[in-house]
């Protein structure tokens, strides 16, 4: 599938055609070892076309903005006692997430969060980021961002929250740092007992119509916001959600809310004028008043999108004019031309194919232009090697995550989230080591996003911040000032091919 999703065709994978034409003149062992050696030709060649995702940089260097818009507050126990917050066991049950704590101070939430969001993220981390090298940043976002979406009567979350993405964006941009627009917490909750989810509990309801429409929607909003608002200019591509349930039987539809995420960029970048490939121009661009009434629009070809996906296009547009006027932008098209022939098309991203078992849906599958897949890999919380060194060293330096994807079509893939935590007691001459080895290993693909940008330094948070921080990190020498380079570049020497992962 790896040509079939770099191109967006639907036309049959080449490793298929070249199988077909083989398979009556092999035998079933050599056509087996004749795929192998295509399906790896064919990964390591995709591998090699990352420019084609536009607005990335062909090497991602990046890091997470994790707890500025969706705040955990593991990473910053002190400011959020601080702010009213508290500690407990289950998160589920104390005043830990974001809901329950908008729940529990109604009259002073936004105005407590919104002095979190100036003080966590701002000019002075912008400029760390470009010391440091960083030329992405993976944001993580809640739907409730787009406040419009908010059922006030039985959901709970800060406002203001997309007016400081504005400004963070604008920074970002004036500093050449890519950003990914990441749906982390979306309606309904999609992983249960989770902070990042936005709100603590096992009550799971993403997984359902009612709630893939409000994302969808969501993902509507977003796209046209990271093409008309000039502050949004380093946006570069939009995840559609992070870390889904593993289980696939315990995420029904998924696979079509795939298919419809992609739908909806494309069809709203037809709406804006932005040509999509595969896609005729949309000839009602040109007479269109404004940005809704051109979502309206496009909201008609049937024979193009399904109906869900024309209902949120429909759904969508009252929605962008609230959030334009907060955010006082002109939706008018007239005055958007000259901006809009500069852009191009959104990269799509999703957590790759592997990141589910039990037969999940292959978000492949649904590529429709330039689309990139993230892997997420946590030793210390994932039990992926034996607790110490020797056995972290030889499965990372032997990792075949991407290769493994490559053969599913889901190239290019990065690493979106990894760390330096380790399931036991790892000394400053290991964590050298171990963030040599997972950078050698994450950058044979399309590049990784370092958690977290920073962390809380505190009596309260205690050593959190040197495995977890990646200023951190590089203050204490682990990192290297060039993101590029290793302190070792031979780390891995030793343990290549000793075992495989």
């Known amino acids: 599938m790896v040509w079939s999703a770099l191109?967006?065709?639907?036309?049959?994978?080449?490793?298929h055609y070249f199988l077909t034409c083989a398979v009556e003149e092999l035998g079933e062992s050599k056509l087996v070892a004749m795929h192998t050696t295509i399906f790896y030709s064919l990964s390591f060649l995709a591998l090699g076309v990352l420019a084609a995702l536009p607005g990335l940089p062909d090497k991602i260097y990046g890091v997470n903005l994790g707890s500025w818009l969706v705040l955990e507050p593991w990473m910053l126990p002190a400011e959020w006692i601080a702010m009213g917050g508290q500690q407990c066991d289950d998160c589920s049950q104390c005043i830990a997430s974001e809901f329950a704590f908008a729940e529990a101070y109604p009259d002073t939430v936004d105005t407590i969060f919104d002095g979190h969001w100036e003080s966590?993220?701002?000019?002075?981390?912008?400029?760390?980021?470009?010391?440091?090298?960083?030329?992405?940043?993976?944001?993580?976002?809640?739907?409730?961002?787009?406040?419009?979406?908010?059922?006030?009567?039985s959901e709970f979350y800060p406002k203001g929250g997309i007016l400081q993405l504005k400004r963070g964006l604008k920074q970002l941009k004036a500093s050449g740092i890519a950003a990914i627009l990441d749906h982390h917490a979306l309606p309904g909750v999609a992983s249960p007992g989770q902070m990042f989810a936005g709100r603590c509990t096992n009550d799971v309801e993403f997984y359902t119509p009612y709630n893939y429409h409000r994302a969808l929607i969501w993902t509507a909003v977003m796209t046209v916001l990271s093409h008309i608002d000039p502050d949004f200019g380093t946006v570069a591509g939009i995840e559609a959600m992070n870390e889904p349930i593993m289980d696939a039987n315990q995420t029904p539809g998924l696979g079509g809310f795939q298919t419809n995420f992609v739908q909806v960029v494309r069809a709203v970048e037809l709406a804006l004028g932005i040509p999509v490939q595969g896609i005729p121009p949309f000839s009602g661009f040109s007479s269109a008043v404004n940005v809704a009434s051109s979502l309206s629009s496009v909201a008609k070809l049937s024979s193009i999108f399904n109906s869900e996906v024309q209902q949120v296009l429909r759904d969508a547009a009252p929605i962008l004019v609230q959030v334009s006027t907060q955010l006082r932008l002109d939706i008018t098209?007239?005055?958007?031309?000259?901006?809009?022939?500069?852009?191009?098309?959104?990269?799509?991203?999703?957590?790759?194919?592997n990141w589910q078992h039990n037969t999940p849906a292959n978000p492949a599958d649904a590529a429709i232009g330039p689309q990139g897949y993230d892997n997420h890999l946590y030793y210390s919380l994932?039990?992926?090697?034996?607790?110490?060194?020797?056995?972290?060293?030889?499965?990372?330096?032997?990792?075949?995550?991407?290769?493994?994807?490559?053969?599913?079509?889901?190239?290019?893939?990065?690493?979106?989230e990894w760390a330096l935590s380790t399931q036991f007691s790892a000394s400053d001459t290991f964590l050298r080591k171990w963030a040599d080895a997972q950078k050698f290993s994450y950058g044979k693909g399309a590049g990784w996003i370092f958690w977290n940008f920073k962390i809380e330094k505190s009596d309260l948070a205690g050593d959190t911040a040197r495995q977890w921080s990646y200023m951190e990190g590089l203050r204490l020498g682990y990192l290297t000032q060039d993101p590029s380079k290793f302190n070792d570049p031979h780390v891995c020497d030793p343990y290549l091919n000793v075992t495989s992962v």
């Open 7 to 15: 191109s967006g065709s639907t036309a049959l994978p080449a490793e």
């Open 333 to 353: 098209l007239a005055t958007l031309s000259s901006l809009l022939s500069k852009r191009r098309s959104l990269v799509t991203s999703f957590m790759d194919i």
């Open 382 to 416: 994932h039990g992926v090697a034996d607790a110490n060194e020797d056995a972290y060293l030889t499965s990372v330096c032997n990792l075949e995550r991407i290769q493994a994807d490559a053969a599913l079509g889901n190239t290019p893939l990065w690493f979106g």
């Open 120 to 153: 966590w993220f701002n000019q002075p981390d912008v400029d760390q980021l470009v010391d440091a090298g960083i030329n992405t940043v993976r944001i993580p976002l809640g739907y409730w961002i787009v406040e419009p979406l908010v059922n006030r009567t």
